[in-house]
């Protein structure tokens, strides 16, 4: 499992060069979160859409994260309160997909570049498609992947086949989730694991941006894009990977 990567293909490009030698018998399965934030979200988009599933001979598997079902949104009927504010770096993916410098971090949109972003007509139309064609969860013998976590009905956890809103498996964010589930494994990116309560973490508890462990949720969203590094985890192995 690869968790987000958020525009970087510098720290993809690093990872993928440490993970093990794969095989047809292997799989990679992104968590989402392909885009926004850092410099390169039309590269990441076109490198794990088109070039990996060709260079590899493992299954790769890309699930959707929060942020393309937000770029499906404001295509269909807008979404401006994603667009703002500027930490959620809509503005940096215009200017990758435009061929631009990625703006500074504090940087407004020019004047001319506001309808644009907030409309989202940048994208080209097979990026679009693949978007919407990202399913929302998978499943395997070793755990559920899902990029946010899993929602409660009537006190307990519910498996995502089961979930009729499925966009939920991409925003929840409930504390709840990480420290009271029990069952399958369950592995998800979207909350950066410095804000898990750390002293519930079986691996590294002193290094809050590391990947975060409990009884049975395992968080590998270790703030790629955003100051942070990519993680991945391979089952049933245990084995975690890292581009720092």
Same mark, same amino acid.
């Given at each position: ?17 440490? @993970? ?25 988009? *076109? +490198? ?10 493992? *299954? ?18 807008? /979404? ?16 990758? +997909?435009?061929?631009e410098p990625p ?10 570049? /506001? ?12 990026? @679009? ?31 995502p086949r089961d ?11 409930t504390a709840s /989730? /990480?420290?009271? +589930? ?10 950066? #694991?410095?804000? @898990? ?33 990519? #993680? ?8 975690? +990977?890292?581009?720092?």
């Amino acid at each position: 499992m690869i968790g987000d990567v958020h525009g970087d293909i510098d720290q993809l490009f690093t990872l993928i060069g440490r @993970l093990p030698t794969l095989t047809s018998e292997d799989r990679l399965v992104f968590l989402g979160d392909y885009v926004d934030r850092g410099p390169s979200s039309a590269e990441v988009v *076109e +490198y794990v859409r088109k070039v990996l599933p060709d260079e590899t001979p493992a *299954e790769v598997i890309a699930l959707r994260g929060n942020h393309e079902d937000a770029w499906l949104r404001v295509r269909e009927r807008g /979404f401006p309160e994603f667009i703002m504010p500027r930490s959620n770096g809509a503005l940096e993916t215009m200017r990758s +997909y435009r061929g631009e410098p990625p703006p500074g971090e504090d940087d407004p949109p020019r004047a001319d570049e /506001f309808e644009d972003l907030f409309g989202g007509v940048f994208f080209p139309p097979e990026h @679009l498609e693949w978007f919407a064609q990202l399913p929302h969860w998978y499943e395997d013998e070793h755990a559920i992947y899902v990029h946010a976590g899993l929602p409660q009905l009537d006190g307990a956890f519910v498996h995502p086949r089961d979930v009729a809103k499925k966009d939920v498996l991409l925003w929840l964010r409930t504390a709840s /989730f /990480f420290t009271d +589930y029990r069952g399958k494994r369950v592995v998800v990116g979207h909350t950066t #694991t410095d804000c @898990l309560p750390q002293e519930l973490s079986a691996y590294t508890p002193a290094d809050p941006m590391d990947l975060w462990a409990g009884e049975a949720v395992t968080a590998i969203d270790t703030g790629c894009g955003k100051g942070g590094f990519l #993680t991945a985890l391979e089952l049933p192995a245990l084995r975690v +990977y890292e581009s720092r």
